[in-house]
C-alpha cells in the first residue's frame, strides 16, 4: 500500500469519526419520562412506613428500628404480614 493511500484512508477515518461527534454534539439529549409515584401515609398499606423511613436516617443502631427492619424481612421474604 503506498503512503499516499494510507494518508486518505487515515483522512477519512478522521473526517468519519468528526462526522460522528459533531452529530452526537448537536443531537439533543433524551429525556426519561419515568414518572415516581410516592404514597403518603394515609394511603400507604404498610403501617411501618413512616418508622422505616426515620430508621433510615440514623447512625446508631436503635431496637426499635432493629424490629421493625426484622419485620419487613419477614414480610418480604416469607410473605408474612404480621403488623395487621
Do not use: N, Y
Request: hydrophobic share 45%; proline share 6%; charged share 25%.
Amino acid at each position: 500500500m503506498s503512503r499516499s493511500v494510507k494518508l486518505a484512508a487515515a483522512a477519512a477515518l478522521g473526517g468519519l469519526l468528526m462526522a460522528i461527534a459533531i452529530a452526537s454534539a448537536t443531537r439533543s439529549p433524551v429525556v426519561p419520562t419515568t414518572t415516581v409515584l410516592v404514597a403518603d401515609e394515609a394511603t400507604s398499606p404498610d403501617p411501618h412506613a413512616a418508622e422505616l423511613r426515620r430508621c433510615r436516617t440514623i447512625t446508631m443502631p436503635e431496637s426499635g428500628c432493629d424490629a421493625v427492619w426484622d419485620a419487613e424481612r419477614q414480610r418480604f421474604f416469607h410473605g408474612r404480614d404480621d403488623h395487621r
